[in-house]
């Protein structure tokens, strides 16, 4: 493994003990990104279970994008994990950017999230 994959990992575990411990209880809506696509999760640590999920990979968005690697994706994913995760109850969240840092494909599924009712 090489070294910076380990100091990748390292950072997500040290974001995720942090946001565990100061979440309060709130549920985590966790990013990947990769280079084709972007992918978002509520995960309820209590319960170790996926509450919600969506991606650029989902057929109703799939068709409307371009490409599931550029910002009008993670704005479409954004919206539809908000969506989603109010229909399953959950309504505010704490945002685990995997490490990744808060610009560009990130912090615009995050804005869109909030615009589509989630608290963080």
């Known amino acids: 493994m090489s070294r910076h994959t380990t100091k990748a990992i390292k950072r997500r575990q040290r974001i995720?003990?942090?946001?565990?411990?100061s979440g309060g209880g709130r549920?985590?809506?966790?990013v990947f990104r990769s280079s084709?696509?972007?992918?978002a999760q509520v995960i309820d640590d209590?319960?170790?279970r996926t509450?919600?999920?969506?991606?650029?990979l989902d057929k109703d968005l799939?068709?409307?994008?371009?490409?599931?690697?550029?910002?009008d994706a993670a704005v479409k994913v954004g919206a539809l994990i908000a969506e989603r995760a109010k229909a399953a109850g959950v309504e505010a969240v704490v945002f685990d950017r995997s490490g990744y840092?808060?610009?560009g494909r990130v912090k615009a599924l995050a804005d869109a999230a909030r615009e589509g009712g989630l608290q963080f």
């Open 27 to 30: 549920a985590r809506l966790s």
């Open 46 to 48: 209590g319960e170790g």
């Open 16 to 21: 995720r003990n942090t946001l565990r411990k």
């Open 62 to 71: 799939r068709e409307g994008l371009k490409t599931g690697a550029d910002v």
């Open 36 to 39: 084709k696509h972007i992918y």
């Open 101 to 103: 840092r808060y610009h």
């Open 51 to 56: 509450v919600a999920a969506a991606s650029s």
